[in-house]
């Protein structure tokens, strides 16, 4: 934690990243399984959120609203951040919790590197968030094949969106570890092509 909060000690902020279909709702849920049998309570959450910010962001990928510029995308997902950690991530980190999120700040990096530099989506958030901006204790993203990944997503019931196509996910995938590399954030890539019980062991 950073930026002056009063959060609990105890308190944990965990965040899971990767591709689309890289398993990370399966591993959040099952990490939660184990948190919750060591006596500790959990609160979930994801990005985009529900609220009017996600909503849009939501109807954008999947082709309810037009597609506008990279650049203004991403603005809208740190914007969905900021309203964020005021309404959920803040509140809940005041408490003995463990939150987990589906998402966050680093999605905006890897995704948007697909048109810009890293510094340009460090910069959009000190912009936006400024001094409300708090990083997770740890990041875990999980990195398999972009190729597995969508053959993950094939099986499944699941509407493809915007970025799901594997030649973009492959260059997010090489994103992410760029962002690995560069040492933004207190980060654990996890080798996702293990079984999802030994992947959220690992964790």
Known sequence: MEMGKTIAK???FIAFEGIDGCGKSTALSLVASKIVAAHRE??????PTDGPIGQKIYNILF??????????????????????????????LQ????????RYWLSTIAYGMLTEPIDVFTK???????????KPDITFILDLPAETAMERLGKS???LDFFEKAETQKKIRENYLAITRAGLDNVR???????????AESI
């Open 157 to 159: 019931s699941h509407e």
């Open 42 to 47: 959990v609160v979930f959450t994801h990005e």
């Open 10 to 12: 105890k308190a944990l």
């Open 95 to 102: 408490k003995d919790v463990v939150l987990l999120s589906d």
């Open 124 to 134: 959009l958030h000190e912009e936006i968030l400024g001094t409300a901006f708090i």
């Open 63 to 92: 082709g309810r609203e037009l597609m506008i510029a990279p650049r203004e995308l991403q603005k809208l997902f740190i914007q969905d951040r900021k309203e964020h950690i005021v309404k959920e991530i803040l509140p809940a």
């Open 189 to 199: 890539v996890v080798d996702a092509t293990a079984a999802a019980e030994e992947t």
